[in-house]
DNA sequence: CCGCGCTTGAACACTCATGTTCAGAACTAT
DNA sequence: ATAGTTCTGAACATGAGTGTTCAAGCGCGG
């Protein structure tokens, strides 16, 4: 489902911006060259294949939301309607925190790209993530899962919010992964629900 | 309650630190001219006050630390033990929260300093920061205020999350600053509590 | 075997942030 | 008014990151 399909090569674009994404997440400065030697790859090579800081950025940036775009969708998300079950809506939550928590470098550096900086393909995405979303929230709502008065747009900030606490502290060592979606769930829907 | 204790002039330390801490968070890679120009300072004149980037990154960022410990301190999160009732614990909170949304940009700031440039005053400071939050946490839970079964140092992260998340709709204009307050408590309490 | 594509390290010029110095302006207190 | 302090703009040297070019190395298929 993602946008880019290119051919698979020793150091794949992929794998590149895999790492860039933990490298430049950790520390929003660092140099191509250290880029370069993270993902243990030419700075040449780097530059071949992403002509421009920007190009980068923008790159990683565009995969980050391809990313979110796929979880949300293998979630399920996009498949409920009125008469989708609270069973149902409860299960595709589940697997949404589950996925959700892994992305949290690429959550991570979404944040912190500057608003203004950000070229306007990227900013028409945002939304484009949020909607389907917020839509799943509305037939939660619908279905006595979420509490009706609440804003669909404070549960979805909510929803990542509470995700990117489980993933810094997974990351910090203080939570086991196995117990993070469990953890995220039960305090999302005691928070968001009736 | 702050650290530093300066004279003040007509463009004082801690106004320069207040816009530095707006564009620093707005844009991590700012020059120091832009900070010295938001300010409306000579950039000579910030190089007088900070010698080097480095010290006004650590100044700002035992500043925002001060504020926090300030919030912390001035909602009587210290003073409680035992005895303290359950309605006094949860006026501590709603003050706690209160407090903190204001302080968005500087949780910001400080989430994204990366960890291994942070010296070593400034990482001895964090525990410090959080340690009576937990223990005023671990009190609320004797009380029958949070669910005694979740972790105390899940139920902050909770909290600095939902604060922050607040924050973050108030910046982009869906929430009014009016209803942030209620709103993370509600969500808070609801998710954390019994 | 040979050519083709990709990678790589080195070298280069260029830009920009940084830190420093200095002399003049503005402001304050005596 | 005057001396002392601070602020300010300008200029400069320095260093680091960036983008470019090029020649050499390597793998792979024809």
Redesign the interface.
Known sequence: MSVQARRVTSSDPVTILEIAAEVLT????ASLADVAAAAGVGRTTLHNRFPTREALLLALAHDSLDRCADATMNAGVHGVDETTSRAELQAILTRLVHAYIPLGPRLDFLL?Q????VDETLQARIPELDAPLERFIAHAQQADLIAPD??P??VV??L???T??AW??IASG??APREATP?TLR??L????L
């Open positions: 950790a520390q929003p400065g912190q500057p608003r203004a900086a609440l804003p747009w404070w900030g909510t990542y919010s509470l990117y606490s810094d502290h203080n939570l953890l305090t999302f005691k928070g968001c629900g």
